[in-house]
């Protein structure tokens, strides 16, 4: 059926490091989204990407739509960027809705 | 812009009363908006999709009669548990894609609408 899967469910990183999260999805998607959920639940838009490569600040994104993946890439991570990353996809059959993955629990230690 | 607000931003009911949830778009408007929950350190299930105008799309295994959605304008949208359960208790999430932004190519996410129930 179709799924969106992520990986690694947690993360543990040490303030200043790199780190990439990865989504896979089954089929041909019309949009992809990463989110970044905060300690309050307050869902804050990434990237809107549902194909090449896009870069704010200290994260950027690269979806390979033809091999159903795409890659969320934080660096020189602060402990502000702790909190749950999702992907959502809107496969192309499955008209408006947005399918979301199982998230990576990313923690930044000072 | 496209900024979602919800309301209330948490509730705590006792058993069997109904709770009302609004969700607005504040800059935008939106002929369809989107109800999700979420279990603690779980991911967003989709409830239904929330029609302006017409009658909401549920996901499977989600009871209209128990969540009721009305769309009544552009920017407004209404989820109501009625006769709430403990079992309800969760974390209510609406958001909307902004008609001018590509439509539905970008949802905006509200802040979510804790909910207990006693």
Redo the contacts between chains.
Sequence with gaps: GIQVEQSPPDLILQEGANSTLRCNFSDSVNNLQWFHQNPWGQLINLFYIPSGTKQNGRLSATTVATERYSLLYISSSQTTDSGVYFCAVRFKAAGNKLTFGGGTRVLVKP | GAVVSQHPSRVICKSGTSVKIECRSLDFQAT?M?WYR?FP??????MA?SNEGSKATYEQGVEKDKFLINHASLTLSTLTVTSAHPEDSS?Y?C?A?DLKRGG??????G??T?LLVL
């Design positions: 369809t989107f979420q350190k779980k991911s967003l299930m989709l999709t974390f999430i958001s894609g539905l190519e970008t949802q905006y996410f802040p979510g804790r």
